[in-house]
């Protein structure tokens, strides 16, 4: 099965995901096509519910192919997710402003790395650009934890 996720063209951010059968798309230009893109865009009807969250008006939307098995395009879209065709690639959402894509692991990095998990849970504080522990009681500054 082939996967497909349908973008919103004013901000590139994945509205939905549908699965279509292989031979549907092998039969129209095959994957990761423009091709079979456009089929999709074709034989794919519009979301009831996108239309009522969108008042009625339809967004004006894209399709590009996604693979399940994030072998190609990044990583698996989903709800939400952006498409960045300068890359040709899915995202998740940014987590923090702060945070940057690692386009090697296809993860957004904190601009610190916490390396002792022995406080437990860890939380970014993103107004103070640095982990805290759980209780929020201690903060890492790069090498050890500190009272807040």
């Not at 990583?75 to 959402?93: C, L, N, Q």
């Amino acid at each position: 099965m082939a996967h497909f996720a349908e973008i919103k063209s004013s901000n590139n951010t994945v509205l939905r995901v549908v699965v279509i059968n292989d031979s549907d798309v092998s039969d129209n230009g095959g994957e990761y096509t423009t091709e079979s893109e456009n089929w999709v865009s074709n034989f794919i009807p519009n979301d009831p519910f996108i239309l009522e969250d969108n008042g009625g008006n339809y967004p004006t939307t894209y399709w590009k192919q996604t693979s399940y098995n994030a072998n190609a395009r990044g990583i698996y879209a989903g709800i939400g997710y952006t498409y960045h065709a300068d890359v040709d690639e899915f995202r998740h959402p940014q987590p923090f402003n702060s945070w940057t894509w690692d386009s090697t692991d296809k993860i957004w990095s904190p601009p610190n790395i916490c390396s002792d998990n022995t406080e437990g849970a860890t939380f970014w504080d993103e107004e103070n650009q640095r982990w805290k522990n759980g209780e929020g009681t201690k903060y890492w500054d790069g090498s050890a934890w500190q009272n807040v």
